[in-house]
């Protein structure tokens, strides 16, 4: 498939930015297991040594602290994530996860039940 000449410029200025975030990221010390299946919005902080596994998706004004792990298949919105949690195949919109928690399987959030 030829991606035409008008939107190339469109795609490659999207997939530099993206790269850009997850080495932002790298930098500060946070593991990315699969950077290729890895989406984290700009606006997203994380703290150094975070984990975050395959099939991640971190938008909008999250914030996750230090020590979490993000393991498989999450989509998290506007969270916060405070230190030492565990989050797994879940989605999160708009919710504050306390300190040593571990989540997972559900749906949370604005519109979780829509």
């Keep these: 498939m030829e991606i035409p000449a008008s939107h190339a410029g469109d795609l490659f ?6 790269v850009k975030i997850l080495e932002k990221h790298l930098k ?3 593991i990315i297991d699969d950077i290729n299946s890895t989406h984290i919005d700009y606006q ?5 040594f975070v984990e975050i596994a395959a099939n991640n998706v971190i938008k909008g004004e999250t914030k996750v602290e230090e020590n979490v792990r993000l393991k498989e298949n999450n989509v998290i919105e506007n969270c916060l994530i405070k230190k030492n949690s565990v989050v797994f195949y879940s989605v999160l919109n708009g919710v504050e996860i306390e300190e040593n928690s571990n989540i997972g399987f559900v749906i949370v959030g604005d519109g979780a039940y829509k």
Excluded at 13 to 18: P, Q
Excluded at 44 to 48: C, D, K, L, S, Y
């Design 13 to 18: 200025g999207k997939l530099d930015a993206h």
């Design 28 to 30: 500060n010390k946070v």
């Design 44 to 48: 997203v902080e994380i703290a150094p």
